[in-house]
């Protein structure tokens, strides 16, 4: 079945850049998807990017898409101490439902 | 329009009880889901509907899980005689069509405590 595996938590520096990585295993995706959850609050679209691209940019995030080996990243540019949250991948297979990893939780210091 | 509602958005629950939730998802959107939310674990999806059908089921919805939609708009889901393994944050999300999501929007979401 469909599987998508994110690493648990990751800190950087206010300023610096976040790298945020995801691996999944159905390549008949369409639509790779990223989203933030801060607490108490429910799930923010961030960005997609849709499958035949290898990278998006919009603003501060950069997603690259690596097809051969099922590898999808979030760079966060300047990452700001509003930037700490849960941030989750999700694909979508067969177009229907979104199949969503773990959830890495994002934590920036001052 | 303000988004997907849902409500309540908290419930405490004893074991054994049943409970309902509510989702009003964006009027024009034709699909609805319902995703669960453990605590320390990305959402798990349940169930969805295109207009008043349901479409597809995890295996996930035991059969105390009950999901409708009975006129394509809100949507409601029930579990009946709750169990401590419930307890969870549940999602509703709605999109515009099949296969893409875009632009699919989520609800803040109902957390279940059952005691």
């Known amino acids: 079945g469909e599987d998508v595996e994110q690493s648990l938590f990751l800190s950087v520096r206010e300023g610096d850049s976040s790298v945020i990585n995801c691996t999944y295993t159905?390549?008949?995706?369409?639509?790779l998807y990223w989203y933030k959850q801060e607490p108490g609050a429910g799930l923010q679209l961030l960005t997609y990017?849709?499958?035949?691209?290898d990278m998006k940019q919009d603003q501060r995030l950069t997603v690259l898409l690596n097809k051969k080996d099922k590898h999808l990243s979030l760079r966060i540019a300047d990452t700001q101490t509003g930037d700490s949250a849960i941030y989750f991948c999700?694909?979508?297979?067969?177009?229907?439902?979104?199949?969503f990893g773990g959830g890495t939780r994002l934590m920036v210091k001052p | 329009d303000t988004g997907v509602s849902q409500n309540p958005r908290h419930k405490i629950t004893k074991r054994g009880q049943n409970v309902t939730f509510r989702c009003d998802p964006i009027?024009?959107?034709?699909?609805l889901y319902w995703y669960r939310q453990t605590l320390g674990q990305g959402p798990e999806f349940l169930t969805y509907?295109?207009?008043?059908?349901?479409?597809?089921k995890s295996r996930l919805l035991s059969d105390r899980f009950s999901a409708e939609r009975p006129k394509g708009s809100f949507s409601t889901l029930e579990i009946q005689r709750t169990e401590q393994g419930d307890s969870a944050m549940y999602l509703c999300?709605?999109?515009?069509?099949?296969?893409?999501?875009?632009?699919?929007?989520f609800g803040q979401g109902t957390r279940l405590t059952v005691v």
């Open positions: 509907f295109q207009n008043e059908a349901q479409l597809e």
């Open positions: 990017i849709f499958s035949n691209m």
């Open positions: 009027s024009e959107h034709n699909r």
């Open positions: 159905d390549s008949s995706s369409t639509y």
């Open positions: 999700a694909e979508s297979p067969a177009g229907n439902m979104l199949t």
């Open positions: 999300a709605s999109t515009l069509g099949p296969g893409d999501h875009t632009e699919a929007f």
